[in-house]
């Protein structure tokens, strides 16, 4: 199969008005965060603080240049999602714009920011093709847009794209009361939850559902329900101190978060989520008991990580899956 990493972000079922798939992300810290009312506008217009991903390519490999600006508010916290070795010559960040500089012909580039700003803060995206001068393209998005739909065009000839959207996760923030998510068994995970900018309306009562699956499983092994009530008017709904149970069983596991609406909870009725988000953990054993037996170590591959095409050796090795949520490297098929 293909290893166009553009393949999956530009299919995504964003633009069909329910959640799609929970997707893994790390818990974030955010200070002030704002909710929507029931007319899509924001209650607290002091302060919007959102993370976005843009991401272009996904056909023919080309050599872009451009630039992303902010009409109000700043950048922070950029991280680049690009699969070359180089990636941190591509990109380079200032409060209140993005530089994406030449560099050789790719197939896909991207990268996650934050943005702090306000209702009215609006993004300008630039990008040049350098082999046609000719080919630019230009877009001006608000912010507040790019919270509910995700934004897309093609951008030349040859069918490449560019995609504007929410970051995974930002829909739902995760506060954790300590700085890993690597437990022993019987332990708890504490966290604080806020439904962020998913348009749910004020005064009104939701439902959030936390399940915990082995990695590679479907199998719920613990599950609650908290019922909250949004406030109009005020900075964010958090449910505080959700408790979840570590199992007592070695390994890698799931957290899925998400929201529901509370119409038809004790039915047999199942709502879709208005929004989902995942989040792993691993469980390792209190005590390491060392074998005396000692495994010989067998080389698996060479690579020179100053060639740029170490990752397309390294991703080649399918065996490996079995780390991708440790490394925080994902690797596809």
Do not use: C
């Amino acid at each position: 199969m293909s290893q166009n990493p553009m393949v999956s972000p530009m299919q995504s079922s964003a633009n069909s008005g329910r959640a799609g798939p929970p997707m893994a992300s790390p818990a974030t810290y955010i200070d002030k965060t704002p909710v929507f009312d029931g007319e899509g506008n924001v209650a607290n217009k002091d302060t919007l603080y959102v993370r976005m991903r843009v991401m272009w390519g996904g056909k023919a490999p080309k050599s872009w240049t451009g630039r992303l600006s902010l009409e109000s508010g700043r950048f922070a916290r950029l991280t680049s999602l690009s699969m070359e070795a180089n990636s941190s010559a591509v990109i380079e960040e200032s409060r209140t714009s993005i530089l994406i500089k030449k560099v050789g012909e790719r197939s896909y580039d991207g990268f996650d920011v934050f943005i702090a700003g306000s209702v009215n803060t609006k993004v300008m995206v630039e990008l040049v093709d350098e082999a046609r001068k000719t080919n630019r393209v230009s877009y001006k998005l608000a912010v507040t847009e790019i919270l509910t739909t995700p934004f897309q065009r093609v951008i030349d000839e040859e069918g490449n794209r560019i995609k504007v959207r929410r970051s995974p996760g930002d829909q739902i923030h995760v506060q954790l009361q300590r700085n890993n998510l690597v437990f022993s068994p019987g332990e708890s995970l504490v966290m604080n939850v806020q439904p962020y900018a998913i348009g749910l309306r004020p005064s009104q009562q939701y439902q959030l559902d936390v399940n915990v699956i082995p990695y590679r499983s479907s199998d719920v092994i613990n599950t609650q329900s908290i019922a909250f009530n949004t406030v109009a008017n005020q900075i964010g709904n958090t449910i505080s101190n959700v408790t979840v149970p570590i199992p007592h069983k070695p390994g890698i596991y799931n957290i899925d978060v998400s929201v529901r609406s509370s119409r038809f909870v004790d039915s047999f009725v199942r709502l879709t989520p208005i929004a989902q988000r995942r989040i792993q953990f691993v469980v390792v054993p209190a005590q390491h008991v060392r074998s005396e037996a000692r495994p010989e170590l067998v080389e698996v591959m060479r690579f020179d990580p100053t060639d740029v095409s170490w990752w397309d050796k390294f991703n080649a090795l399918h065996h490996l899956d079995h780390l991708n949520v440790l490394a925080g490297v994902k690797i596809q098929p």
